[in-house]
C-alpha cells in the first residue's frame, strides 16, 4: 500500500500480511461469492495466496474491502507468517476435522473399518460423522456427508454442476473410487475362483461389505464381481445396463459366464 500511510504510520509492508483465514470466513458470513471479493480486490481469489498483499492492493481496495466484510481494515492484516491460526498437531484437531480429513484420503469406506483405522470406539464416528454432517450442510463448499449403515464418504453437493456439465465429466472420463486394500484382495480371489472353477474363499462377514459398496453381482446365488467390475477390467463386452437375467429365471449370461479361462485353458 503505496498511495497511503500505513495504518499505524509506519511502513511495515515488509512484515504485514493479509489474514486469508479471517477474509475468507467473513466473506462467507456476508455471502459474499469469489467474484464479489475478486471485483473488490481486483485479484482473482484463487490468487490471493500469492498475490493478496499489503504490496500489491491499494488501501482504497482495502478499504473497500473491510467494509463489505463489515470489519476494521487493520484486523484483515497482521504480523508474521501467513495463516492467523496454527495447524493443530496431528491427532487433536476436533473429531469431525479428522473425520472429514480421513474420508479425503481414503474415499468410501465401512464405517467400522473407519472407526478401526482411526482407532476410535463406534460412538465417537458416530458424533463425529453428525457434526460433519451439520458443518458441511452450514457451509458453501462442495461436499456433503454420505452416511450409512454400509458406507460413509463425501458426496458432490446436488445442484453445482449442470447436466451438461456432468454429461461432459463423463464423457472425458473421470476417476472411479478407489479400492481398499481388503476389497481388492476379495475381488481378485472371486476372479480366480471363477476362473479356476473353485470354491471362492472370501469370508463370509466381508460379502455384506462388497455388496454394499456394489463390488458384487446383483443376481444372488454364489458371490461374483459385478458385471460392471468386469466391464471396468475388460472382463466382459458389456456394462449392467446390457446385462440382464434370461426369461426363465437362473444365471445371468454375463455372470454365467464369469471370467475368460486362463491362457492355455489348464489354469498352469
Not at 473497500?64 to 498437531?89: I, M, V
Not at 469431525?96 to 482407532?119: I, K, N, Y
Not at 456394489?214 to 466391464?231: M, R, S, T, W, Y
Request: glycine share 10%; hydrophobic share 40%.
Amino acid at each position: 500500500m503505496r498511495d497511503e500511510l500505513p495504518l499505524d504510520g509506519r511502513d511495515t509492508t515488509d512484515v504485514m500480511t493479509f489474514d486469508l483465514a479471517l477474509c475468507r470466513e467473513r466473506a462467507r458470513a456476508r455471502d459474499l461469492t469469489d467474484e464479489d471479493l475478486a471485483a473488490l480486490t481486483g485479484i482473482p481469489t484463487a490468487d490471493w495466496d500469492k498475490r493478496l498483499n499489503p504490496r500489491t492492493l491499494s488501501a482504497a481496495a482495502l478499504f473497500a474491502l473491510a467494509r463489505a466484510l463489515d470489519t476494521d481494515p487493520a484486523s484483515l492484516l497482521h504480523e508474521g507468517g501467513p495463516t492467523r491460526r496454527p495447524q493443530p498437531p496431528a491427532g487433536k484437531a476436533p473429531y469431525a476435522t479428522v473425520l472429514h480429513a480421513a474420508l479425503l484420503q481414503t474415499g468410501r469406506v465401512h464405517p467400522d473399518d473407519l472407526a478401526s483405522a482411526l482407532q476410535w470406539p463406534a460412538h465417537r464416528l458416530q458424533r463425529a460423522a453428525g457434526a460433519l454432517a451439520v458443518q458441511l450442510e452450514q457451509q458453501a463448499g462442495p461436499h456433503r456427508l454420505v452416511h450409512t449403515d454400509t458406507t460413509l464418504h463425501l458426496a458432490v453437493q446436488p445442484g453445482l454442476l449442470t447436466a451438461e456439465q456432468q454429461q461432459n465429466l463423463h464423457e472425458g472420463g473421470h476417476t472411479a473410487a478407489s479400492l481398499s486394500p481388503g476389497e481388492a484382495i476379495a475381488l481378485t480371489g472371486l476372479l480366480h475362483a471363477a476362473a479356476h472353477g473353485v470354491p471362492h474363499a472370501v469370508p463370509a462377514e466381508q460379502l455384506p461389505r462388497l455388496a454394499g459398496r456394489g463390488l458384487l453381482a446383483p443376481f444372488g446365488g454364489e458371490p461374483a464381481p459385478h458385471p460392471d467390475v468386469l466391464f471396468a477390467l475388460g472382463l466382459t463386452d458389456h456394462p449392467l445396463p446390457a446385462v440382464f437375467p434370461p426369461a426363465g429365471g437362473g444365471v445371468p449370461h454375463a455372470a454365467a459366464a464369469g471370467t475368460p479361462p486362463p491362457a492355455g485353458g489348464d489354469g498352469r
